[in-house]
């Protein structure tokens, strides 16, 4: 009894050497031993830079650009269309030409802008994610969801002049700028796994 006395000391100093070892492997991997899971480690971390720098710079840069120009164009359009029906109306009469300005420059500026809104919420959780901290990924869940949201309109816009523009036009190369959203569906499923898994992992780690 007297030698298991003086082992148990011994004892529980082994145990909270292990404990702290374990505490400090789960911290350099991006968090505790709750929220060090994949794909929010370093190597995930690593995998997603080469997404962006591959797939997300190349295709948003494209993308931001003709937003930035569509919204300026179908605004300036909207005002265009705008005087014209003024005039119209002065003259008594309707025009099909200043209602189809109008009409095209209303629906072009909000999903041109919405396209800028998506763009600045897929930064913003890219930089949460990148942070390497699952609490804060989760609290930018927010911004997965109305970021997809906000790119639904520019998408299908893109996507159905894409294809009126190929069967115009039997040239794939005019319309491949308007496709390549398609490609950002590899750092978004991305970002949905690392939300999912730091979900998971909080809750566990609560419990």
């Known amino acids: 009894m007297q030698v298991r006395s003086q082992l148990a000391p011994i004892e529980r100093g ?7 070892i374990a505490r400090n492997c789960a911290t350099s991997t991006g968090g505790s031993p709750a929220t060090a899971t994949a794909p929010n480690t370093p190597l995930w971390r690593s995998i997603y830079i080469v997404e962006i720098a591959i797939l997300a ?48 420059g209303s629906i072009g500026a909000p999903t041109s802008l919405s396209g800028l809104f998506a763009i600045y919420r ?40 894409a294809v009126s523009m190929m069967l115009s036009v039997p040239n794939v190369s005019l319309a ?13 499923t991305h970002l949905w796994l690392a939300l999912r898994e730091a979900g998971r992992a909080m809750t566990k780690e609560s419990a």
């Open 14 to 20: 082994v145990g909270t050497k292990k404990l702290g």
């Open 57 to 104: 710079i190349p295709t948003l840069s494209i993308m931001g650009l003709v937003a930035m120009l569509g919204t300026l164009y179908c605004s300036g359009m909207s005002l265009i269309g705008l005087g014209m029906l003024l005039g119209d109306a002065l003259k008594g009469e309707l025009g099909d030409e200043s209602v189809g300005f109008l009409v095209l």
């Open 122 to 161: 897929f930064i913003t959780l890219s930089e949460a994610y990148l942070d390497g901290s699952p609490a804060k990924l989760l609290e930018h869940k927010r911004d997965f969801r109305a970021g997809m949201l906000l790119a639904v309109a520019p998408l299908v816009a893109t996507t159905v002049f």
């Open 176 to 188: 491949l700028p308007f496709l390549s959203g398609a490609v950002l569906f590899i750092p978004i």
